[in-house]
């Protein structure tokens, strides 16, 4: 599989790492990280390729580079309305405009809380275009004792929507 990662923002950097880090060995990365986040955090994965936010003509900004899915976790709202109104002015909402073009899976990670009445608008008209938008939510039925384990349930949950086999939190039997 060949996947796309934006992390755009500062706050949820390291969910977005996190979620690069725990990808299987599989899974071809490709990562694009805006420059607030890279002031918070540097990357130093060998197994991803890491693409300038801000080079428009990097390879995953074509539909023809066939990506068979993107993620933008963290995903700020300001990156979030600029899909949802089509706006392709970096490389993360470039990615995102290709994944909707191109039909393919695209997961959003909204990061910020609560959610204005303009966020849920902008996070329905996505949903209805078929985009995944699914928040980091905690979820307690998993029966987690750390935030490393609730980290792992909500990144396995994503690899779960994005059709990435894991076994990174407990399933129901």
Not at 23 to 35: G, R
Not at 94 to 100: G, I, N, Q
Not at 122 to 133: E, F, R, T, Y
Not at 153 to 162: E, N, R, T
Request: charged share 20%; hydrophobic share 45%.
């Amino acid at each position: 599989m060949k996947l796309v990662v934006a992390i755009t923002g500062a706050s949820g950097v390291n969910l977005g790492k996190r979620f690069i880090d725990l990808l299987p060995d599989s899974v071809e990365a490709h990562v694009v990280v805006s420059d607030n986040a890279l002031k918070v955090e540097h990357f130093e994965n060998r197994r991803i390729t890491l693409h300038d936010a801000e080079n428009i003509a990097a390879s995953v900004s074509s539909g023809s580079f066939r990506v068979d899915a993107t993620a933008v976790i963290p995903c700020s709202m300001n990156t979030l309305a600029k899909i949802a109104c089509g706006i392709a002015d970096n490389l993360p909402t470039r990615v995102a405009s290709v994944a909707l073009k191109e039909q393919k899976k695209l997961l959003l990670a909204p990061r910020e809380l609560p959610f204005s009445a303009i966020a849920l608008e902008n996070m329905h008209k996505l949903a209805s275009l078929g985009v995944i938008v699914a928040p980091p939510v905690m979820g307690y039925y998993a029966q987690t004792d750390s935030l490393e384990e609730m980290e792992r349930f909500i990144i396995g949950k994503w690899y779960d929507a994005l059709g990435i086999s894991n076994d990174l939190y407990e399933r129901w039997q």
